[in-house]
């Protein structure tokens, strides 16, 4: 089977075509003199499957790339075109949170199908809600296996899952529920989250909690700045936890974010490569671990 690769996830491209039986097609990449950006698969592609790769983070040129490219596809009669988003950008914006505000989730998900995408695979998708914005049957992995067998096998003692705020309850449960029952202290806890404005976050534990000397995972679909993170590390370190660990499937890891997790109580932090690690940004306190295992089981 043939896989394209816009190239915005390198790694997880070459460790996909490692795991499953994919062969990376080539492709003609340009720009034209006033910018425009021409794709053009150099394969025979005419009646066969086909697999793309590409994220649609910013900038824009990502998500125009993977739309002229599935595109160019569709023009050239492939049979099916499978598109694989391992980090869906634009998902946040999935609720009319105010009079006029944009419904990117959707516009994103309308925008493959009008390109000619028949199925997508994405990770982690930020809420429940973005599944109902697809016209083109979607499969929503989860990179929480694989963050979850990684903290099975450090044994921890004493430990309780939290979400970072409480919107994320339902990720930490579903995390909690691929952890299973061993060491657990208690249920999945949460923080309290109050955004004052965008990318800000104030962070507090809801009275009563009871951390003192638990040792702690926190769970969360992504992490862009940090705040949310460090800002409940931070609580969950004044109210007397032991160790605090992050696991997070998208690490955007954005602006002060580095700087804040450096700085922050927490442990190690655990992402995959779902979003591209940028060497400036490695330090010894995140490790990546790879999305593509779980990938694989879903090309067939
Ligand atoms: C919020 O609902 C999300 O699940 C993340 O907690 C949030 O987007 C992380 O953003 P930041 O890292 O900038 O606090």
């Given at each position: 089977m043939l896989l394209f690769s816009t190239n915005t996830n390198p790694d997880l491209t070459k460790a996909l075509v490692r795991h499953a039986r994919l062969k990376l097609g080539h492709l003609e990449i340009k720009n034209f003199s006033d910018g425009e950006l021409y794709v053009r698969p150099k394969e025979k592609v005419r009646s066969k499957a086909t697999w793309v790769i590409g994220s649609t983070m910013p900038p824009s040129d990502n998500l125009l790339k993977l739309l002229i490219l599935i595109n160019a596809l569709k023009t050239a009669a492939a049979k099916k075109i499978n598109v694989i988003i391992p980090y869906f950008g634009y998902a946040r914006q999935d609720w009319i949170d105010q009079p006029n505000a944009p419904l990117t989730a959707k516009l994103m998900a309308d925008l493959l199908a009008a390109a000619g995408a028949d199925k997508i695979l994405t990770f982690n998708l930020h809420s429940g809600q973005n599944e109902k914005f697809f016209t083109k049957p979607l499969v929503?992995?989860?990179?929480y296996p694989a963050l979850a067998e990684y903290f099975k096998k450090m044994c921890l003692n004493n430990l309780l899952i939290f979400s970072p705020d409480q919107g994320g309850i339902h990720r930490a449960e579903q995390f909690a529920k691929i952890y299973g029952k061993k060491n657990l202290a208690g249920p999945v806890g949460y923080c309290k989250k109050y955004r004052p404005r965008p990318n800000v976050a104030r962070i507090s534990l809801p009275k009563g909690a009871d951390v003192k000397n638990k040792n702690i995972v926190l769970v969360d679909d992504l992490i862009d700045t940090a705040g949310t993170l460090a800002g409940a590390a931070e609580a969950l370190h004044r109210a007397g936890a032991r160790a605090i660990y992050a696991a997070a499937a998208h690490g955007v890891l954005s602006g002060p974010a580095i700087a804040r997790i450096k700085k922050s109580p927490i442990k190690e932090v655990l992402i995959t490569d779902t979003y591209p690690m940028l060497k400036a940004k490695q330090i010894p306190k995140i490790k990546i671990i790879s999305a593509a295992p779980v990938l694989k089981k879903s090309i067939v």
């Open positions: 929503h992995l989860s990179a």
